[in-house]
């Protein structure tokens, strides 16, 4: 993780609290709503490095995808929805059932859209070279799935519960325990990500990225709900999450920001 600095990573948890507070303050005293992420957030260190400063260049949309969808029922595995299954054991960890549906502003079910889900193992570890922090990899465990939403535009998965990780940000920082989605429409032009969190994690107040949507209510919507309806049976507990696509209750998305 990249730092605007290099003695930011420096910086204790008590300073980020403190620049998290000040800027809820100043946010709570507008009375102007914010429901998504700043893109320039002070407490998140590496904020501004990670989006475009000028106006990208623009570029004829029938030139790319949007002659032709991209990809189509026979392109998602059955499986590949079910992340404790893709390799030759078990994963290590508490098994989980993650599901909800995707609906427009209005509430109407958003059908076909291709879901990507990736995260970290139980121990917080990602498979992937930049991530060198002292936590076991699973190697019954990539991270890596996804679905298409059905008729009700509803969509599953089942995984494992992932582990909080440190990060550069500051000393001593973590970052709470989520699991990053991805949404396309009917092309690639039309993708939008976001991370879903799991209640009651104390690392919450402490996390400048998911403290970076400053409106405590749009917050709260990037975090599941346990559903003991979801819940199975000596197998796996359950979350529920939605995804509003538009209008004022939209779940927070990282369109100009990314992870």
Do not use: C
Request: charge should be negative; hydrophobic fraction near 30%.
């Amino acid at each position: 993780m990249k730092t605007t600095d290099s003695d930011s990573a420096q910086d204790s948890q008590a300073t980020i609290s403190d620049e998290i507070a000040r800027i809820q303050d100043d946010y709570q005293s507008t009375g102007v709503e914010e429901t998504q992420p700043r893109l320039d957030y002070a407490p998140y260190r590496s904020s501004l490095l990670r989006h475009p400063t000028k106006d990208p260049h623009h570029a004829d949309p029938e030139t790319i995808e949007l002659f032709a969808p991209v990809f189509g029922q026979r392109d998602i595995g059955t499986l590949e929805s079910d992340l404790t299954v893709q390799h030759h054991g078990e994963p290590v960890g508490e098994r989980i059932v993650v599901t909800g549906r995707v609906v427009d502003g209005e509430g109407r079910p958003v059908r076909h859209q291709l879901v990507e889900i990736w995260q970290a193992n139980a121990s917080g570890r990602y498979i992937h070279k930049r991530d060198q922090h002292p936590a076991p990899i699973d190697p019954n465990f990539t991270g890596v799935g996804r679905t298409l939403t059905d008729g009700d535009g509803s969509y599953a998965f089942t995984t494992i519960k992932p582990g909080p990780y440190p990060w550069k940000n500051h000393h001593n920082a973590w970052r709470p325990a989520h699991i990053h989605f991805s949404l396309f429409g009917q092309e690639f032009t039309q993708r939008m990500i976001t991370q879903m969190y799991l209640p009651g994690d104390p690392l919450f107040a402490l996390d400048p990225i998911y403290q970076s949507i400053v409106d405590p209510k749009a917050r709260e919507r990037l975090v599941a709900s346990y559903d003991h309806d979801v819940t199975q049976h000596e197998w796996s507990t359950g979350y529920r999450w939605d995804i509003v696509l538009t209008g004022s209750h939209r779940t927070p998305m990282e369109e100009e920001d990314s992870k």
